[in-house]
């Protein structure tokens, strides 16, 4: 199969080939590195290879909806058995999973072939790529750009046309973000339908979920369904969907109440051309029959900036410690801004954690009470088009100081000196809509509708009702039929 061939088709697509005979699970394989071979060096998606056990899997007899088709993990929460999953921190580079993760082990019983892991920041804590440990992941469209985070080498790696499809995850954005910036579908499920086992019940308080950056809605939709599920280390048993996502590709999604806003209090001048993104696409849906309105901000956007903030800080500083213990490293086994986060996280008290977490009922109560009117919420997914590799370093002339005051235990300095503030604009800056959907565990979309004048990928963001994702792949797939997306690519 020539590449060009292989590019234009998605992985239920190539997984059909496979299933007729006209290609083999090992001549993907061979064009998907063929592929990563030549771009890679450009882009830096993925960072760790797994050739040896690709090669045995392929030539493996394989089942499965995805039979035979190249797949690249997340190297972040997707552990695979006896491979390190470094979470873009020094101090775990070496150190090897005990066991596949849950959603590898449905992946792999889906027949997908696992070639590699993709690149992320440390610990999936930024909305950019750019680990210390591997370097930064690079935008296919503008290889000074950044491909978002923290899935920001899955992106670049289904953007670049190495696979149609990538493992992703997101715990504040991060496979909204980074599919926007790319010009990709992402699709985060609700609270709770894809398991986080075995290690864990529930990542980020229930925050965070598994799921897979594509360039086809039905490619996400047939991926959710072979991931959703409770297994016995689930904290709780998810309502069932009412059927399969892939069969809500091509039903009509009826006539929706749609709510749409582009502001926010975090950044109160987004971007023009995010703005245009969210009113062509309300346009859009007011062509296609639904009722479309703009809308104030249903819920309390400052406040739930500061608490999603609180969490993730006090979930840094947890991880920090987790990584100490299992690995015996020391503060020079982590990213100078990591440990900042982690001393942040760590003046909190136990009663303000607390706190936070109970105001998450406020979001969601909030947000309940829009969806009693409206059937979804439509936002831009970024407020502004994807920075400049770089753009978020810590000032040089500030290192030392940051290195002086964390040594001292001097976290409140770090307030005083301007760093938290540097950090929450880097955090949540240019993608302050996206949080809103991990904090009350709702399912959400970033859909690809916009490109701006020079050429960059903008996406908007749809957040449905609990149990919504129904609602939002049949919304997708008639967004995807009436403005394609899957045959843009960047020159790359």
Not at 9 to 15: K, P, T, V
């Amino acid at each position: 199969m020539q590449q060009t061939e292989y590019a234009a088709q998605d992985g239920l697509a190539l997984a059909e080939l496979i299933a007729a005979r006209a290609v083999t699970a090992a001549e993907l394989l061979a064009v998907a590195r063929e592929r990563a071979r030549a771009v890679n060096p450009r882009v830096n998606a993925i960072v760790r290879w797994m050739d040896g056990i690709a090669e045995e899997r392929a030539a493996e007899p394989l089942s499965g909806p995805f039979a035979g088709v190249p797949f690249l993990l997340k190297d972040l929460g997707q552990e695979y058995a006896g491979l390190a999953s470094a979470s873009g921190c020094r101090a775990l580079a070496w150190t090897p999973a005990p066991e596949h993760a849950t959603v590898v082990r449905r992946w792999l019983d889906a027949g997908l072939v696992v070639f590699g892991k993709t690149n992320t920041p440390e610990f999936g804590a930024k909305g950019i790529t750019e680990a210390e440990l591997y370097g930064p992941a690079r935008n296919p469209w503008d290889l000074t750009r950044t491909p978002g985070g923290s899935s920001g080498g899955a992106a670049a790696a289904v953007a670049a046309g190495v696979i149609p499809v990538a493992g992703a995850s997101d715990g504040g954005g991060s496979i909204r973000i980074p599919a926007a910036c790319c010009g990709l579908f992402g699709l985060k499920a609700g609270r709770g339908l894809v398991p986080s086992g075995p290690a864990a019940s529930e990542s980020l308080h229930g925050a965070a979920t598994d799921g897979v950056i594509s360039r086809s809605v039905r490619d996400s939709a047939a991926m959710l369904d072979l991931l959703a599920g409770a297994e016995p280390a689930s904290a709780f048993a998810p309502a069932r969907l009412e059927r399969p996502l892939r069969e809500e590709v091509g039903r009509e999604p009826g006539r929706l109440r749609i709510g749409f806003l582009s502001q926010s209090v975090v950044n109160p001048q987004p971007h023009r051309q995010s703005v245009t993104a969210v009113e062509d696409a309300a346009k859009l849906l007011e062509q296609l029959g639904h009722a479309v309105e703009p809308v104030a901000t249903p819920y309390d956007d400052a406040a739930l900036a500061r608490d999603f903030l609180q969490l993730w800080f006090v979930y840094v500083a947890y991880q920090v410690e987790q990584v100490k213990q299992l690995t015996g490293a020391g503060d020079d086994g982590f990213e100078q801004d990591t440990l900042i986060m982690a001393a942040l996280g760590r003046r909190l008290s136990g009663v303000e954690h607390c706190a936070a977490l109970e105001r998450r009922h406020e979001h969601v109560a909030a947000l309940a009470r829009f969806h009693e009117q409206y059937d979804l919420l439509l936002t831009p997914t970024l407020a502004e088009p994807p920075p400049k590799v770089g753009a978020f370093d810590t000032p040089r002339a500030l290192r030392p100081f940051a290195s002086l005051l964390l040594k001292t235990n001097s976290a409140g300095v770090l307030a005083r000196l301007g760093i938290v503030d540097r950090m929450i604009d880097e955090n949540l800056g240019w993608v302050p809509f996206t949080q809103l959907a991990n904090l009350t565990g709702r399912p959400a979309m970033s859909v690809p509708l916009h490109w701006t004048p020079e050429g960059l990928p903008l996406g908007v963001q749809v957040v449905a009702p609990l149990g919504g994702e129904g609602t939002l792949v049949r919304l997708a797939a008639q967004l995807e039929q009436a403005r394609p997306w899957t045959d843009r690519r960047p020159s790359l």
